[in-house]
């Protein structure tokens, strides 16, 4: 098993930026992609960035240019990044995690919202 706790989220203006955490414990070693998806009222889940142990990163469109994704596997991290932060990113953000091989999310954090309003 493998747990996830993000933290990081809170109110920010338009124009603004915050970052991300997500602290991962347990079967470290089984992982592969980690990545984030959000979840807006009234709208279903998204997929917002991943990253591999190696690397290789995927981004949403709606956020590509604005958010980075990045992972310290030494400390077990995975961050997000997220600047020019628009109201429409107003969501709880989920951080996941994939087991080597597998098709989809395995574990997911508790979520941590964030919300992008003046």
């Known amino acids: 098993q493998v747990q996830l706790v993000e933290s990081g989220g809170g109110l920010v203006q338009p124009g603004g930026s915050l970052r991300l955490s997500c602290a991962a414990s347990?079967?470290?070693?089984?992982?592969?992609?980690m990545g984030w998806y959000r979840q807006a009222p009234g709208k279903e889940r998204e997929m917002v960035a991943d990253?591999?142990?190696?690397?290789?990163?995927n981004y949403a469109d709606s956020v590509q240019g604005r958010f980075t994704i990045s992972r310290d596997n030494a400390k077990n991290m995975l961050y997000l990044q997220m600047n020019s932060l628009k109201p429409e990113d107003t969501a709880v953000y989920y951080c996941?995690?994939?087991?080597?091989?597998?098709?989809?999310?395995?574990?997911w954090g508790q979520g941590t919202q964030v919300t992008v309003s003046s």
């Open positions: 996941y995690a994939a087991r080597w091989g597998s098709p989809s999310p395995d574990y």
């Open positions: 347990g079967s470290v070693f089984s992982i592969n992609v």
């Open positions: 990253i591999s142990t190696r690397g290789t990163t």
